[in-house]
Structure formats: C-alpha cells, structure tokens
C-alpha cells in the first residue's frame, strides 16, 4: 500500500491461474476467459480502485436446475482505507459508511475484492427464463420438457375449517364508560 505514489494499471484475461481460484472458491465454472481491467490510485490512506469485469458463468436455474450461461460485464469502484473502522462500534451507519471497506494490512488481496464483486453481481435466483415451470414437486420431472402425470394437489387452506362457518343472529355489545 505504502509503495503505491502514482496511478496503477492492470488487465488480466486468463482462463486458468489465479482468477481460476477465485471462482472455484465460489462454486462457479465459467466459460472463456475471465477479463479484468482494474486501476489503482491512492490519496492519503485511501486506495480507490476503479476495475471492469468481463465473464461468462454456468449457473444452475433456481426452478428447473438446468445449467444456463449468465454474463457478467460490470464495472466496480471499491474504496479502501487504511486503519480501523472508526464506525465499528456505532449501531447504526450511514450510506456513506458503507462505501469504505477498512483494512490495516500492508497488502490487498485483489482476489478478495473480485470476488467480492463476483458475489455482488450474481442473481440470487439464476433463471433460465422467466417462463421456466421448474420441477414437478412430487416426481421432480422438468416441467419445461413434458408434463408428468402426477396429480396436483390443491394445498389446504389453514382457515378450511371455517368453512361452515356461520353466524346467526347478532347481538350489540354496549360499552361501559368509566
């Protein structure tokens, strides 16, 4: 951290190495190479990191969980800076507060911060459509590539045994007044 004095620049595209590690680590298989460009530059105790990446992931689909190709291109401006949060004691932060990641290491893992982004950028319910139908819930057949033949259950209302319910005759209740 300490070394930086001037504005930092790196790409990386690869589809094996480190960057590899970073989305094994998140349970993630990806399609091509994985490109970043990310640039560096440093005021004082706060780093600010200016990064764009480019990624083609398999994910499963939340209904049917069939693999599906989801792109990634996005840009990424993390702040860090130097020292302890100041706010770590405070019950409630500002939004402010929430755009400054502090360290107080010598070094940043820019491993950490991708993925961190990756994680970010992720749905968190990956569909292959918005028309998906999903899984039969009884036989677990995918309903997008035939319909099965198990019969549909209409759940039971909690309030069925009101049903019958019927009220006769009606009665005001006056109110006392103290």
């Known amino acids: 951290m300490h070394e930086i004095k001037e504005p930092l620049s790196f790409s990386f595209s690869e589809e094996n190495g480190w960057l590899k590690a970073v989305f094994t680590h998140l349970k993630l298989s990806f399609q091509g190479p994985v ?5 560096i530059t440093k005021d004082k105790d706060i780093i600010f990191f200016q990064g764009h990446l480019k990624v083609s992931l398999t994910l499963p689909c939340s209904r049917c969980v069939e693999n ?3 792109e990634i ?5 993390p702040v ?15 939004l402010e507060d929430l755009d400054i990641t502090y360290f ?12 961190e982004q990756v994680g970010l950028l992720l749905p968190l319910k990956p569909l292959c459509s918005e028309r998906c139908q999903g899984l039969c819930s009884a036989c677990g057949q995918n309903l997008n590539e035939k319909r099965c033949s198990c019969k549909k259950e209409v759940p039971v209302s909690p309030f069925h045994v009101l049903k019958g319910f019927k009220v006769t005759g009606t009665k005001k209740i006056k109110k006392k007044r103290s």
């Open 73 to 77: 291109d996005e840009f990424f401006s």
């Open 35 to 39: 490109s970043i460009g990310l640039e």
């Open 68 to 70: 599906m190709a989801y």
């Open 104 to 115: 107080d290491k010598d070094e940043i893992d820019v491993g950490e911060i991708i993925e």
């Open 80 to 94: 860090f800076a130097h020292g302890k949060d100041p706010h770590r004691e405070k019950a409630e932060l500002s």
